[in-house]
Protein backbone atom coordinates (compact mmCIF):
# COMPACT_ATOMS: atom_id res chain seq x y z
CA UNK A 1 0.00 0.00 0.00
CA UNK A 2 0.91 3.77 -0.43
CA UNK A 3 2.98 5.11 2.15
CA UNK A 4 1.83 8.35 1.93
CA UNK A 5 -1.87 7.08 1.79
CA UNK A 6 -0.64 4.54 4.95
CA UNK A 7 0.93 7.93 6.93
CA UNK A 8 -2.29 9.79 6.41
CA UNK A 9 -4.42 6.80 8.10
CA UNK A 10 -1.83 7.06 10.74
CA UNK A 11 -2.61 10.41 11.28
CA UNK A 12 -6.33 9.99 11.77
CA UNK A 13 -6.14 7.14 13.72
CA UNK A 14 -3.57 9.45 16.56
CA UNK A 15 -5.44 12.93 15.59
CA UNK A 16 -8.75 12.10 15.37
CA UNK A 17 -9.28 8.88 17.06
CA UNK A 18 -7.05 9.32 19.85
CA UNK A 19 -6.35 13.14 19.82
CA UNK A 20 -3.38 12.33 21.85
CA UNK A 21 -3.02 15.88 24.34
CA UNK A 22 0.48 16.86 24.99
CA UNK A 23 2.65 15.18 28.31
CA UNK A 24 0.10 11.84 27.41
CA UNK A 25 1.16 8.45 28.05
CA UNK A 26 -0.14 6.32 24.69
CA UNK A 27 -0.43 2.26 24.64
CA UNK A 28 -0.63 0.66 21.49
CA UNK A 29 -2.16 -3.21 20.95
CA UNK A 30 -1.12 -5.21 18.00
CA UNK A 31 -0.16 -8.23 16.33
CA UNK A 32 2.64 -8.57 14.52
CA UNK A 33 1.40 -7.65 11.19
CA UNK A 34 2.22 -4.57 10.42
CA UNK A 35 5.23 -3.26 12.12
CA UNK A 36 5.58 -0.56 9.67
CA UNK A 37 2.70 1.00 10.15
CA UNK A 38 2.91 0.44 13.60
CA UNK A 39 5.95 2.73 13.80
CA UNK A 40 4.41 5.08 12.01
CA UNK A 41 1.66 5.75 15.11
CA UNK A 42 4.27 5.59 17.20
CA UNK A 43 5.69 8.22 15.91
CA UNK A 44 2.91 10.56 14.84
CA UNK A 45 1.99 9.95 19.07
CA UNK A 46 5.71 11.64 19.89
CA UNK A 47 4.85 14.06 17.47
CA UNK A 48 1.56 15.14 19.46
CA UNK A 49 3.51 15.98 22.61
CA UNK A 50 3.03 12.01 24.01
CA UNK A 51 5.44 11.81 27.07
CA UNK A 52 5.97 7.48 26.34
CA UNK A 53 4.48 5.49 24.14
CA UNK A 54 4.04 1.32 24.53
CA UNK A 55 3.64 -1.33 21.98
CA UNK A 56 1.95 -4.47 23.36
CA UNK A 57 2.73 -6.74 21.02
CA UNK A 58 0.45 -10.24 20.93
CA UNK A 59 0.61 -13.23 18.45
CA UNK A 60 -2.28 -15.63 18.12
CA UNK A 61 -0.40 -18.70 17.85
CA UNK A 62 1.22 -17.78 21.30
CA UNK A 63 -1.90 -16.93 22.88
CA UNK A 64 -2.91 -20.33 21.86
CA UNK A 65 -0.34 -21.85 23.32
CA UNK A 66 -1.07 -19.95 26.74
CA UNK A 67 -4.74 -21.28 26.54
CA UNK A 68 -4.08 -24.96 25.94
CA UNK A 69 -1.50 -25.69 28.01
CA UNK A 70 -1.46 -23.14 31.58
CA UNK A 71 -4.13 -24.66 34.11
CA UNK A 72 -7.43 -22.31 34.76
CA UNK A 73 -5.64 -21.59 38.04
CA UNK A 74 -2.87 -19.64 36.57
CA UNK A 75 -5.10 -18.24 33.47
CA UNK A 76 -7.47 -16.81 35.85
CA UNK A 77 -4.72 -14.89 38.13
CA UNK A 78 -4.16 -11.37 38.24
CA UNK A 79 -0.97 -10.63 39.08
CA UNK A 80 1.00 -7.47 40.81
CA UNK A 81 2.31 -6.36 37.71
CA UNK A 82 -1.49 -6.05 35.93
CA UNK A 83 -2.68 -4.23 38.96
CA UNK A 84 0.18 -2.04 38.57
CA UNK A 85 -0.46 -1.53 35.27
CA UNK A 86 -4.11 -0.69 36.11
CA UNK A 87 -3.27 1.58 37.96
CA UNK A 88 -0.85 3.63 36.32
CA UNK A 89 -3.59 3.71 33.77
CA UNK A 90 -5.98 5.53 36.40
CA UNK A 91 -3.48 7.47 37.41
CA UNK A 92 -2.18 8.68 33.92
CA UNK A 93 -5.66 8.06 32.13
CA UNK A 94 -3.33 6.44 29.53
CA UNK A 95 -4.99 6.30 26.01
CA UNK A 96 -5.78 3.06 24.69
CA UNK A 97 -5.43 2.32 20.40
CA UNK A 98 -5.96 -1.54 19.38
CA UNK A 99 -5.13 -2.31 15.80
CA UNK A 100 -7.16 -5.15 14.94
CA UNK A 101 -5.43 -7.85 12.58
CA UNK A 102 -6.27 -11.28 13.87
CA UNK A 103 -7.63 -14.52 12.24
CA UNK A 104 -11.38 -14.32 13.21
CA UNK A 105 -11.30 -18.16 12.80
CA UNK A 106 -7.79 -17.88 14.81
CA UNK A 107 -8.63 -19.45 18.08
CA UNK A 108 -10.37 -22.12 16.91
CA UNK A 109 -9.81 -25.77 18.74
CA UNK A 110 -9.33 -23.61 21.79
CA UNK A 111 -11.45 -24.82 24.60
CA UNK A 112 -13.90 -22.04 24.75
CA UNK A 113 -14.97 -22.99 28.57
CA UNK A 114 -11.66 -22.58 29.57
CA UNK A 115 -11.40 -19.19 28.55
CA UNK A 116 -15.27 -18.17 29.66
CA UNK A 117 -13.94 -19.83 33.45
CA UNK A 118 -10.85 -17.23 33.53
CA UNK A 119 -12.40 -14.55 32.27
CA UNK A 120 -14.95 -15.03 34.49
CA UNK A 121 -12.31 -15.48 37.56
CA UNK A 122 -10.54 -12.38 36.70
CA UNK A 123 -13.70 -9.94 36.01
CA UNK A 124 -14.24 -9.01 39.67
CA UNK A 125 -10.31 -7.75 39.96
CA UNK A 126 -10.64 -5.76 36.51
CA UNK A 127 -14.15 -4.04 37.25
CA UNK A 128 -12.86 -1.42 39.55
CA UNK A 129 -10.29 -0.14 37.16
CA UNK A 130 -12.48 -0.04 34.44
CA UNK A 131 -15.22 1.90 36.25
CA UNK A 132 -12.66 4.42 37.34
CA UNK A 133 -11.53 4.93 33.96
CA UNK A 134 -15.26 4.90 32.18
CA UNK A 135 -15.67 8.00 29.70
CA UNK A 136 -12.75 9.49 31.19
CA UNK A 137 -9.66 8.17 29.07
CA UNK A 138 -9.40 8.53 24.72
CA UNK A 139 -9.33 5.01 23.00
CA UNK A 140 -9.46 4.25 19.65
CA UNK A 141 -10.01 1.00 17.69
CA UNK A 142 -9.45 0.55 14.26
CA UNK A 143 -7.40 -1.83 12.16
CA UNK A 144 -5.26 -2.97 10.00
CA UNK A 145 -4.81 -6.00 7.59
CA UNK A 146 -3.13 -9.54 8.99
CA UNK A 147 -2.41 -12.50 6.44
CA UNK A 148 -5.00 -15.08 7.71
CA UNK A 149 -7.58 -12.46 8.05
CA UNK A 150 -7.01 -11.32 4.71
CA UNK A 151 -7.15 -14.22 3.07
CA UNK A 152 -10.65 -15.63 4.90
CA UNK A 153 -11.91 -12.90 3.20
CA UNK A 154 -11.02 -13.22 0.19
CA UNK A 155 -9.51 -16.59 -0.31
CA UNK A 156 -8.80 -16.85 -4.35
CA UNK A 157 -6.30 -14.47 -4.05
CA UNK A 158 -2.54 -14.99 -3.11
CA UNK A 159 -1.35 -14.05 0.39
CA UNK A 160 -0.03 -10.39 -0.66
CA UNK A 161 -2.90 -9.60 -2.78
CA UNK A 162 -5.19 -10.69 -0.23
CA UNK A 163 -3.91 -8.36 2.21
CA UNK A 164 -2.98 -5.17 -0.35
CA UNK A 165 -7.49 -5.95 -0.97
CA UNK A 166 -7.74 -5.29 2.71
CA UNK A 167 -5.52 -2.47 3.15
CA UNK A 168 -7.61 -1.10 0.28
CA UNK A 169 -10.99 -1.99 2.10
CA UNK A 170 -10.30 -0.60 5.32
CA UNK A 171 -8.99 2.98 3.69
CA UNK A 172 -12.28 3.32 1.67
CA UNK A 173 -14.38 2.56 4.84
CA UNK A 174 -12.11 4.57 7.19
CA UNK A 175 -12.52 7.57 5.00
CA UNK A 176 -8.50 7.34 3.75
CA UNK A 177 -7.96 8.39 0.01
CA UNK A 178 -5.25 9.18 -1.57
CA UNK A 179 -6.40 12.42 -2.59
CA UNK A 180 -8.71 13.46 0.37
CA UNK A 181 -7.53 14.88 4.15
CA UNK A 182 -9.16 12.72 6.07
CA UNK A 183 -8.87 14.29 9.20
CA UNK A 184 -11.67 16.65 7.63
CA UNK A 185 -13.72 14.11 6.22
CA UNK A 186 -14.56 12.40 9.45
CA UNK A 187 -15.55 16.30 10.86
CA UNK A 188 -18.07 16.46 8.15
CA UNK A 189 -19.09 12.85 8.82
CA UNK A 190 -18.90 13.84 12.34
CA UNK A 191 -21.21 16.67 11.97
CA UNK A 192 -24.15 14.69 9.74
CA UNK A 193 -24.22 11.79 12.41
CA UNK A 194 -24.84 14.32 15.22
CA UNK A 195 -27.70 16.23 13.42
CA UNK A 196 -29.41 12.38 13.27
CA UNK A 197 -28.94 12.09 16.73
CA UNK A 198 -30.06 15.45 17.24
CA UNK A 199 -33.77 14.50 15.76
CA UNK A 200 -33.80 11.02 17.44
CA UNK A 201 -33.25 12.81 20.97
CA UNK A 202 -36.09 15.65 19.92
CA UNK A 203 -38.26 12.86 19.28
CA UNK A 204 -37.87 11.10 22.97
CA UNK A 205 -39.24 7.93 21.76
CA UNK A 206 -40.91 5.35 24.17
CA UNK A 207 -39.92 2.04 22.14
CA UNK A 208 -38.50 0.99 18.83
CA UNK A 209 -40.55 -1.28 16.67
CA UNK A 210 -38.27 -3.53 14.22
CA UNK A 211 -39.36 -5.26 11.46
CA UNK A 212 -37.81 -7.51 8.07
CA UNK A 213 -39.13 -10.39 6.19
CA UNK A 214 -36.79 -13.12 7.44
CA UNK A 215 -38.66 -13.06 10.94
CA UNK A 216 -37.22 -10.22 12.83
CA UNK A 217 -39.90 -9.19 14.73
CA UNK A 218 -38.62 -7.15 18.03
CA UNK A 219 -39.77 -4.26 20.28
CA UNK A 220 -36.97 -2.20 22.30
CA UNK A 221 -38.22 0.06 24.75
CA UNK A 222 -35.84 2.99 25.63
CA UNK A 223 -34.32 4.82 28.48
CA UNK A 224 -37.03 7.71 29.13
CA UNK A 225 -33.69 9.61 29.81
CA UNK A 226 -31.50 7.93 27.25
CA UNK A 227 -29.74 9.70 24.16
CA UNK A 228 -28.58 8.75 20.72
CA UNK A 229 -24.79 9.10 20.07
CA UNK A 230 -22.40 9.02 17.50
CA UNK A 231 -19.22 9.47 16.09
CA UNK A 232 -17.08 11.45 18.26
CA UNK A 233 -17.05 11.47 22.15
CA UNK A 234 -15.98 13.72 25.06
CA UNK A 235 -13.83 12.81 27.99
CA UNK A 236 -15.13 13.46 31.48
CA UNK A 237 -13.40 15.86 33.21
CA UNK A 238 -10.49 16.43 30.69
CA UNK A 239 -13.11 17.17 27.97
CA UNK A 240 -11.09 15.62 25.02
CA UNK A 241 -12.70 14.81 21.87
CA UNK A 242 -11.90 11.71 20.59
CA UNK A 243 -13.40 9.03 17.75
CA UNK A 244 -13.59 5.51 19.61
CA UNK A 245 -14.09 3.90 16.02
CA UNK A 246 -12.35 3.98 12.80
CA UNK A 247 -14.56 3.63 11.25
CA UNK A 248 -18.16 4.46 12.48
CA UNK A 249 -21.38 4.66 10.74
CA UNK A 250 -23.46 4.05 13.88
CA UNK A 251 -26.13 6.00 15.73
CA UNK A 252 -26.81 3.90 19.05
CA UNK A 253 -28.05 4.16 22.50
CA UNK A 254 -27.92 2.20 25.30
CA UNK A 255 -31.58 0.49 25.78
CA UNK A 256 -33.66 0.17 28.94
CA UNK A 257 -33.14 -2.86 31.10
CA UNK A 258 -35.92 -5.53 30.92
CA UNK A 259 -37.56 -3.98 27.62
CA UNK A 260 -37.08 -6.12 24.96
CA UNK A 261 -39.60 -8.14 23.07
CA UNK A 262 -39.44 -10.58 19.94
CA UNK A 263 -37.56 -11.95 17.63
CA UNK A 264 -34.52 -10.95 16.04
CA UNK A 265 -32.54 -12.57 13.40
CA UNK A 266 -29.01 -12.00 12.65
CA UNK A 267 -28.05 -11.13 9.44
CA UNK A 268 -24.01 -12.25 9.45
CA UNK A 269 -22.17 -14.46 11.22
CA UNK A 270 -20.92 -13.39 14.60
CA UNK A 271 -17.62 -14.13 15.90
CA UNK A 272 -16.84 -14.71 19.12
CA UNK A 273 -14.21 -15.97 21.02
CA UNK A 274 -12.19 -16.99 17.85
CA UNK A 275 -15.12 -18.76 16.46
CA UNK A 276 -18.05 -17.95 13.84
CA UNK A 277 -21.79 -18.62 15.21
CA UNK A 278 -23.85 -18.41 12.07
CA UNK A 279 -27.37 -17.98 10.61
CA UNK A 280 -29.04 -17.68 14.11
CA UNK A 281 -31.32 -15.74 16.12
CA UNK A 282 -32.42 -14.53 19.46
CA UNK A 283 -35.91 -14.02 21.47
CA UNK A 284 -36.45 -11.96 24.08
CA UNK A 285 -39.18 -11.65 27.14
CA UNK A 286 -39.11 -8.81 29.37
CA UNK A 287 -35.83 -7.61 27.99
CA UNK A 288 -34.11 -10.84 28.65
CA UNK A 289 -33.21 -13.50 26.54
CA UNK A 290 -34.98 -16.49 26.49
CA UNK A 291 -34.69 -19.03 23.07
CA UNK A 292 -31.71 -18.71 21.09
CA UNK A 293 -31.05 -20.76 17.94
CA UNK A 294 -27.61 -21.21 15.72
CA UNK A 295 -26.82 -23.71 12.52
CA UNK A 296 -23.22 -23.66 13.76
CA UNK A 297 -21.75 -22.94 17.04
CA UNK A 298 -25.04 -22.74 19.02
CA UNK A 299 -23.60 -24.00 21.95
CA UNK A 300 -21.08 -21.34 21.96
CA UNK A 301 -24.01 -18.82 21.32
CA UNK A 302 -25.71 -20.18 24.41
CA UNK A 303 -22.51 -19.78 26.64
CA UNK A 304 -22.22 -16.49 25.67
CA UNK A 305 -25.84 -15.28 26.90
CA UNK A 306 -25.14 -17.42 30.04
CA UNK A 307 -21.43 -15.61 31.01
CA UNK A 308 -23.09 -13.79 33.86
CA UNK A 309 -26.92 -12.09 34.63
CA UNK A 310 -26.24 -9.37 32.33
CA UNK A 311 -25.26 -11.13 29.14
CA UNK A 312 -28.47 -11.72 28.36
CA UNK A 313 -29.61 -8.67 28.34
CA UNK A 314 -29.04 -5.70 26.06
CA UNK A 315 -26.63 -2.98 26.44
CA UNK A 316 -27.31 -1.10 22.84
CA UNK A 317 -29.07 -0.78 19.84
CA UNK A 318 -27.53 0.80 16.42
CA UNK A 319 -28.68 2.08 13.78
CA UNK A 320 -26.88 1.73 10.68
CA UNK A 321 -28.17 2.44 6.60
CA UNK A 322 -27.85 -0.81 4.58
CA UNK A 323 -26.13 1.73 2.21
CA UNK A 324 -23.58 2.57 4.19
CA UNK A 325 -19.77 3.07 2.94
CA UNK A 326 -18.97 -0.32 4.63
CA UNK A 327 -22.16 -2.62 2.92
CA UNK A 328 -21.53 -1.12 -0.14
CA UNK A 329 -18.06 -2.61 -0.14
CA UNK A 330 -20.06 -5.84 -0.45
CA UNK A 331 -17.12 -7.33 1.84
CA UNK A 332 -17.98 -9.31 4.60
CA UNK A 333 -15.13 -8.70 6.84
CA UNK A 334 -15.70 -11.08 9.72
CA UNK A 335 -14.86 -8.73 12.48
CA UNK A 336 -17.29 -6.63 14.24
CA UNK A 337 -15.40 -3.37 14.01
CA UNK A 338 -16.33 -3.43 10.50
CA UNK A 339 -19.17 -5.42 10.12
CA UNK A 340 -21.12 -3.87 13.11
CA UNK A 341 -20.75 -0.36 11.25
CA UNK A 342 -22.52 -1.84 8.11
CA UNK A 343 -25.29 -2.87 9.70
CA UNK A 344 -28.35 -2.21 12.18
CA UNK A 345 -27.39 -4.12 15.33
CA UNK A 346 -27.83 -4.60 19.11
CA UNK A 347 -25.44 -6.02 21.59
CA UNK A 348 -26.24 -8.21 24.59
CA UNK A 349 -24.17 -7.17 27.64
CA UNK A 350 -22.22 -4.09 28.98
CA UNK A 351 -24.41 -0.76 28.04
CA UNK A 352 -22.71 2.88 28.24
CA UNK A 353 -23.44 4.90 31.20
CA UNK A 354 -22.74 8.26 28.73
CA UNK A 355 -26.12 7.01 26.93
CA UNK A 356 -28.06 8.64 29.94
CA UNK A 357 -28.50 12.67 29.96
CA UNK A 358 -25.96 14.12 32.66
CA UNK A 359 -24.47 10.86 33.05
CA UNK A 360 -21.85 12.48 35.02
CA UNK A 361 -24.00 13.26 37.79
CA UNK A 362 -24.74 9.42 38.38
CA UNK A 363 -22.60 6.59 39.95
CA UNK A 364 -21.49 3.66 38.19
CA UNK A 365 -24.42 1.89 40.39
CA UNK A 366 -26.71 4.93 40.41
CA UNK A 367 -26.61 4.15 36.04
CA UNK A 368 -26.93 0.62 36.76
CA UNK A 369 -30.49 1.08 38.62
CA UNK A 370 -31.51 3.89 35.69
CA UNK A 371 -31.86 0.81 33.30
CA UNK A 372 -27.95 0.69 32.04
CA UNK A 373 -26.84 -3.42 31.57
CA UNK A 374 -23.88 -4.41 33.56
CA UNK A 375 -21.90 -7.57 32.66
CA UNK A 376 -18.74 -8.46 31.78
CA UNK A 377 -19.11 -8.79 27.87
CA UNK A 378 -20.31 -6.30 24.95
CA UNK A 379 -20.96 -8.39 21.74
CA UNK A 380 -22.44 -6.88 19.04
CA UNK A 381 -24.49 -8.63 16.72
CA UNK A 382 -25.82 -7.57 13.46
CA UNK A 383 -29.87 -7.77 12.41
CA UNK A 384 -29.91 -4.97 9.34
CA UNK A 385 -31.42 -6.10 6.25
CA UNK A 386 -32.63 -4.68 2.75
CA UNK A 387 -36.41 -4.23 3.65
CA UNK A 388 -35.91 -3.50 7.58
CA UNK A 389 -38.50 -1.04 8.83
CA UNK A 390 -38.01 0.40 11.77
CA UNK A 391 -40.30 2.82 13.77
CA UNK A 392 -40.32 5.38 17.38
CA UNK A 393 -43.31 5.43 19.05
CA UNK A 394 -43.41 7.90 21.68
CA UNK A 395 -45.09 7.54 25.09
CA UNK A 396 -48.64 9.13 23.93
CA UNK A 397 -48.86 6.61 20.73
CA UNK A 398 -47.30 8.81 18.17
CA UNK A 399 -45.76 7.15 15.51
CA UNK A 400 -42.44 8.46 13.20
CA UNK A 401 -40.99 5.82 10.77
CA UNK A 402 -37.35 5.79 11.05
CA UNK A 403 -36.05 3.40 9.08
CA UNK A 404 -37.78 2.46 5.47
CA UNK A 405 -36.36 -0.75 3.42
CA UNK A 406 -32.79 -0.70 5.29
CA UNK A 407 -32.18 2.93 5.18
CA UNK A 408 -32.61 6.22 7.12
CA UNK A 409 -35.80 7.78 5.90
CA UNK A 410 -35.61 11.23 8.55
ZN1 LIG B 1 -22.36 -0.50 18.12
Known sequence: MDKKRLQKYAELVVKCGLNVQKEQEVIIRCGLDQPDFVTM???????????????????????????????????????????????????????????????PDGLNGTDSEKISKANQARYPFIKPYRDALENRYQWCIAAVPGKEWAQKIFPNLSAEAAIEALWENILVC???????????????????????????????????????????????GLNPIGIFMGGGETTLGSN??????????????????????????????????????????????????????????????????????????????????????????????????????????????RGFNNCLENYENYSVEECEKLGINSSMIHVDFMIGSKDMSITGVTKDGKRVVIFKNGNWSI
Not at 50 to 59: D, F, G, I, L, M
Not at 196 to 211: G, H, I, T, V
Not at 265 to 290: C, H, M
Request: hydrophobic share 35%; net charge negative; glycine share 6%.
Open 41 to 103: CVEECYKCGATRVKVEWSYMPVSKLGYKYRSLETLSEFTAVERAEWERKVEKLTCLLWLESDD
Open 240 to 349: IYFNPNIPSEEVFTSPMRGRAEGKVVATKPLSYQGKLIENFWVRFKDGKVVETYAEKNGDLLNKMVSMDEGAAYLGECALIAYDSPINNTGVLFYNTLFDENASCHLALG
Open 174 to 220: SRVYADNDPVKAWDNHNENLAKRCEFLNNYKFDRLEYKSANGTDFTV
